[in-house]
């Protein structure tokens, strides 16, 4: 046997080109025999083929873009989200979300769509935020028409019966229950800051359904909000891999020329800062044997820009540049170890669970914050290192090489997420809703290698000067009260006050109250 097995070694290797090496590969660092050296195909190049916009006489914009493979994506980008709940019950977007794709005029149930669409190898799918909710379609190119009649199906002629909103209900209840025993508290405290930051209106309502109105919505709460909101005048019909001609055809079929009138409500953001605590030290319920930890979660936000801004891509560079993450997250420098916030942050302090810059750009606003996890003990340093962050953009020095770093990885980010149609789909359709045109990928990536360290230091000296907003969830007892945190962003160092001195007052306070404030 071992006899054969030389023989075999023998003869594989004879086969092995000299100069290979033991692996019978040739070196890395030298060209592949006999293959034709590839050429970078230019970025000019590779999105040569412009957006194609058309509006309708109903409001209706209409997109298109060329790709290239054998699918396409149609969807429907709907200017509307929580935000726009003023007039309704806080809620009813989240329940619209859990209804999409469901009872229509011409479809009894989801199951015949899904027939409707399975000729052409189709599927749907929606995605919804605080100000925009979209509703996509894939499938071959043959199955366009069916598709854009289902989105408008979906959109404009929904009929929801009773158990379609008992099971939609059912599912936001478990929703909750899913996200108190989750580990990932970020979309907690991520609707805590925005609701600090605009004082519970406009952006500040809650993107989840509040327990108090989730049993009283029903089905006229829901018509209300669609009739009010679900217009062509705030929709854009997108198609990535299709003719422009033919979608055109296809919306002028299926989405109806005279409407009613447009009864759209505003919605003017208006940044005013300040702070949302909710104090909870019960642990999270959990599945296993071990209990989950008990948490501190804190989030400090400004002020920041709309996504049409002019200042909006050098904050998409300054959130690249400060990254960050989870303690346990795996990966090399493309997952964002070289950021500002694993260096400085996570790789200093053991007892910091999570540490991660967030920009939340909107149509008319937005605000970037600094979210933060760590065991209760440590609440006061936590937000003290949140401080001195925000303090480093303003005052520290920004070096060329984590500039030119994060600017490589942000443009790199762009590029591969247009690989995807879905996202090249709600590209096209928010800045086509919010500005009429698209900006082509070329275009992003000049603007973002234009970023200077001198910008982006005017940039945060701009956004620090607007109230801080503060969103805490999980056990508060060591967090600083709002005045302490706005008290220390005003002084040069950032420094709180002695922490002595706090919990002296705050015990002082509770003596003479019978409550802590959390």
């Given at each position: ?7 075999f070694?023998?003869s594989?290797s004879?086969?092995?080109?000299r100069g ?5 590969h ?6 592949f ?11 000019n ?11 309708l006489?109903?409001?209706?914009h209409v ?6 493979g054998?699918m ?8 509307t989200g929580?935000r ?6 806080e809620g ?22 899904v027939?409707?669409l ?8 929606s995605?919804?935020?605080k100000?925009v ?5 894939s499938c071959l190119?043959?199955?366009?028409d069916?598709?854009?009649e ?9 009929d ?12 936001i209840?478990?929703?909750i229950?899913m ?5 990932d508290?970020e ?13 519970n209106n ?18 006229s ?11 062509p005048s705030r929709m854009?019909l ?9 979608l ?10 005279i409407?009613?009138?447009?009864t759209s409500?505003e ?15 019960q ?6 044997p ?6 501190t979660?804190?989030?400090i ?15 998409c ?8 993450g989870?303690?346990f ?5 493309g997952k964002?170890?070289y950021t500002?916030?694993y ?19 909107y149509q008319d ?18 937000t003290?290192?949140i ?7 303003e005052?520290?020095k ?42 082509t ?17 005017a940039?945060a000296?701009q ?5 801080p907003?503060v969103?805490a969830?999980?056990d508060l ?13 005003k002084r040069?160092n ?6 002595i001195?706090?919990?002296l007052?705050k015990?002082m ?10």
């Open positions: 046997m071992r006899a054969g097995l030389k023989v070694n023998r594989l004879s086969l092995i080109p290979l090496g033991v692996t019978g040739p070196p890395l660092d030298q060209p025999p006999g293959v034709a050296s590839l050429k970078p195909e230019d970025i190049t590779a999105f040569s083929k412009a957006t194609q916009i058309t509006k006489s109903n409001g209706l997109a298109s873009s060329q790709k290239s054998g396409c994506s149609v969807g429907v980008v709907l200017g929580a726009h709940e003023k007039n309704h019950k009813v977007a989240h329940f619209l979300e859990k209804l999409s794709f469901s009872r229509t005029r011409n479809y009894e149930s989801p199951e015949q769509m027939a409707a399975e000729p052409y190898g189709g599927m749907y799918e995605l919804h935020f100000d909710a979209v509703f996509i379609v190119p043959d199955g366009l069916t598709a854009t289902i989105l408008s199906q979906t959109l404009l002629h929904s929801f019966s009773s158990d379609d909103i008992e099971e939609a209900r059912e599912s209840a478990c929703e229950e996200f108190k025993m989750g580990a508290q979309p907690i405290v991520t609707d805590l800051v925005h609701a600090a930051a605009y004082n406009t952006l500040g309502y809650h993107k989840i359904c509040p327990v108090s109105t989730l049993p009283y919505i029903q089905k709460d829901l018509d209300n909000y669609c009739k009010s909101n679900y217009l854009t997108v198609g990535v891999g299709v003719e422009h001609e033919a055109v055809r296809s919306a002028q079929k299926h989405f109806p020329t409407l009613n009138e447009d409500e919605s003017v953001a208006e940044y005013r800062g300040g702070y949302c605590y909710k104090h909870d030290d642990p999270p319920p959990s599945i296993g071990q209990e989950l930890p008990t948490l979660h804190v989030a936000g400004f002020k920041s820009s709309a996504h049409q801004h002019e200042d909006y891509v050098k904050y560079v300054l959130n690249t540049l400060m990254g960050g989870g303690s997250s795996a990966g090399g420098p964002g170890m500002r916030l260096l400085q942050v996570l790789n200093r302090y053991h007892w910091i669970y999570s540490a991660l810059a967030l920009n939340h750009p606003c937005g605000i970037f914050t600094i979210n933060g996890s760590c065991h209760p003990n440590h609440g006061w340093d936590l003290q290192v401080i001195k962050q925000f303090k480093e953009m005052n520290g920004i070096n060329h090489s984590e500039l030119e770093r994060a600017k490589t990885q942000l443009k790199s980010t762009l590029l591969m997420n247009l690989e995807y149609r879905t996202i090249e789909l709600e590209d096209i359709g928010r800045q086509v809703l919010a500005s009429g045109e698209r900006k990928p070329a275009e992003l990536c000049a603007m973002i290698e234009a970023v200077t360290p001198h910008q982006l230091q940039l000296k956004m620090l000067a607007s109230k907003a969103g969830f999980g007892k060591n967090v600083p009260s709002y005045e302490e945190i706005e008290a220390a962003f040069d950032g420094e709180l006050t002695n922490r001195s706090h919990f007052l015990g306070r509770s003596k003479a109250t019978g409550l802590i404030k959390s």
